[in-house]
């Protein structure tokens, strides 16, 4: 009879409370909602006075290439372009600019290929002094440039480099191995290992899976590496005013630094060189700006 009472007790039903239910709880944290609140003004004022900081210098820069020599007006018009012209044809920037360029592109490949292989080995391989090899690559990025100035410039001269561009790609590649690698091995440990075991069970070598599954989904990285070894070997300047002597192999940085006198300054063709200089810089930062914001999303694993 107890059993009974009890069990019919479990399937007894619940009365409902009586009176108006509670307000459901809102899923939105409040720090969303708080954001929501904001007024944009807040948002808009803080960038807009960041945007108008940055740009104002460019606009100085193009204010004095571009308006006539002399003139104090703050409107570059009428539009001259002779500071451009002499700068280009009468102080070499054309040769300057295809130097850099060349460094640039040289040193972009070169690092991107060693820093693929390293990246590659410290993502998937275990070894004693991995650990520390790290430790290495990290610590290397607190040594100056400076510092190595004199060891670099006697290596070069023993291997006869001086007032080679070689000399100049070599440092820059050096020097940009660490971060490089580091970042590479980053973007490698985010790609599955499954997806390479599934190619070397199809029958691919370890080359071939690489190839054909890990270096695609790895392209936003490399072109972000990429980019960041360009960048720094086009503005850097110490490397090839020490190297690189001779008027025909130095790079923009060293050929702006030649317009600037011991008495005057020719500020219109200063700024015209720094033009010149900060175009393909401009243009690699915006590409960089898209396939850093699209990351992974374009070889992104499902499932």
């Given at each position: ?5 009890a069990?019919?007790?479990t ?7 009586r ?5 459901a ?9 708080a ?22 210098p ?10 006539p ?6 409107v ?11 700068v280009w044809n ?15 592109l ?42 190595m ?50 190619a ?15 270096l695609?989904?790895l ?28 008027q ?5 940085p ?7 006198g ?5 500020l ?35 499932g």
């Amino acid at each position: 009879m107890t059993a009974q009472l009890a069990e019919k007790g479990t399937h007894a039903r619940v009365p409902a409370p009586r009176g108006p239910l509670p307000p459901a709880r809102s899923r939105t944290p409040k720090r969303e909602r708080a954001f929501d609140d904001v007024p944009r003004w807040q948002i808009y004022l803080p960038l807009g006075l960041y945007l108008l900081f940055t740009l104002v210098p460019f606009y100085w820069m193009l204010l004095f290439a571009l308006r006539p020599a002399g003139s104090t007006s703050l409107v570059p018009w009428p539009l001259t372009f002779e500071h451009f012209d002499k700068v280009w044809n009468e102080r070499s920037f054309a040769v300057f600019f295809q130097n850099s360029m060349l460094v640039g592109l040289a040193t972009l490949v070169t690092t991107t290929l060693i820093a693929l292989t390293g990246g590659y080995a410290l993502a998937r391989f275990d070894f004693r002094i991995k650990n520390g090899f790290m430790l290495a690559l990290l610590c290397s990025q607190f040594i100056p440039g400076a510092l190595m100035l004199v060891p670099l410039f006697e290596i070069f001269r023993e291997m006869r480099m001086i007032n080679s561009l070689g000399s100049v790609i070599i440092a820059e590649t050096v020097f940009q191995l660490p971060l490089s690698i580091i970042l590479i091995s980053g973007f490698i440990k985010n790609v599955p290992v499954s997806l390479e075991e599934a190619a070397w069970v199809d029958g691919c070598s370890r080359l071939r899976a690489f190839l054909a599954v890990v270096l695609p989904l790895l392209r936003p990285g490399l072109i972000a590496v990429g980019s960041f070894a360009f960048v720094h070997s086009w503005n850097h300047f110490l490397f090839a005013l020490m190297f690189l002597s001779r008027q025909d192999r130095q790079t923009i940085p060293v050929g702006l630094n030649t317009l600037i006198g011991s008495d005057s300054v020719d500020l219109g063709a200063l700024a015209a060189g720094g033009v010149i200089a900060a175009v393909p810089v401009v243009i690699v930062f915006a590409f960089i700006q898209k396939w850093l914001i699209t990351g992974f999303s374009a070889g992104a694993v499902k499932g």
